[in-house]
């Protein structure tokens, strides 16, 4: 028996709602967390999560129910076209984050912390990432690699962390290029041994990339937190993709595991298109697309300009 047995009904009405996470209402879906995240994984519900860079892409996201928007450092290639992750600063990723808060309301926010803003110390590590929070509005953080002491420090400053193992692209110089990961026993026993080492440093979810997936179907089993998947098969707790590669909006062949579901690409482009033809035929703006004068402010100024060709014509 429940105490709410011996309470009045609107004592249990209001402590219901008061129980509810903030920002959600028995109507609306409930804000995505990092705790919220692990009950999917006990339920057994997939985790769906994808990038965005600005105001506009990100709310159509979150207006789409997705749980995570990852403002990826992928965006110096998808929006900057560089050839990797690389060049990106911490102030890039900082301006981004912010638009990109603006337009998330349920979805959990979680942002890349670029290369550099951590490698050179944890005390680095820390305070970079406390401007994610503090300056960008991120409500978490994505670190690559198995830094054990950064994940540590991180979630003792109140900062939850994102674990990132596998295809790193921050590593992509020290890997040879953008190769797929843990393709022997030994080495997948490695990548296992690097998860529960985030795991017990707190992380509250990790990003497989890029491995075989019996690899990351062995570490999905045996985490207690939720594994996300990008190239690494169907069994993880859930799956992201870059906004961009499964729009359509990239300009290379796509990885293996990317699944084109809009030709966004080529929608833009023919619209565009559209648009020239009609600017170079005058059919754009037509007279309903365009601001008219009054009936008294037209006759008035064809009164002026009959009175400024009187006096050209006068002078001629």
Do not use: W
Request: negative net charge; aromatic residues 4%.
């Amino acid at each position: 028996m429940s105490l709410t047995t011996f309470l009045p009904r609107s004592v249990e009405r209001t402590i219901q709602k008061e129980a509810m996470p903030a920002g959600s209402t028995p109507d609306a879906p409930a804000k995505v967390t990092a705790v919220s995240l692990q009950e999917k994984k006990k339920l057994g519900q997939p985790i769906v999560a994808v990038t965005a860079y600005d105001y506009a892409t990100a709310r159509i996201v979150d207006e789409a129910g997705l749980d995570v928007v990852l403002v990826g450092d992928s965006l110096a290639m998808v929006m900057q076209g560089q050839e990797n992750t690389l060049s990106i600063t911490l102030d890039e990723m900082l301006l981004y984050t912010r638009g990109v808060r603006r337009a998330v309301r349920r979805a959990l926010l979680v942002a890349d912390m670029p290369f550099g803003s951590y490698h050179t110390g944890a005390a680095d590590g820390v305070a970079n990432a406390i401007r994610f929070l503090k300056e960008a509005g991120a409500e978490a953080v994505k670190i690559e690699g198995t830094r054990v002491e950064l994940v540590e420090r991180l979630v003792g400053a109140e900062i939850p962390v994102m674990g990132h193992i596998g295809l790193t692209p921050q590593s992509v110089h020290r890997m040879g290029g953008f190769k797929v990961q843990a393709k022997t026993l030994a080495a997948v026993e490695l990548l296992r041994e690097d998860a529960l080492a985030l795991e017990r440093a707190g992380c509250f979810s990790l990003v497989l990339e890029g491995i075989p997936r019996e690899a990351a179907r062995l570490i999905t089993d045996e985490l207690k937190i939720p594994t996300i998947g990008i190239g690494a098969g169907p069994d993880c707790d859930g799956q992201i993709l870059v906004l961009h590669d499964m729009m359509t909006m990239t300009f290379s062949p796509p990885a293996k595991f990317v699944r084109r579901y809009a030709d966004v690409g080529a929608v833009l482009r023919e619209a565009l298109q559209a648009y020239k033809h009609d600017v170079e035929g005058r059919t754009f703006p037509s007279e309903s697309e365009s601001y008219h004068l009054s009936q008294e402010a037209k006759l008035l100024l064809a009164g002026v300009r009959e009175r400024d060709e009187a006096a050209v014509a006068g002078g001629a």
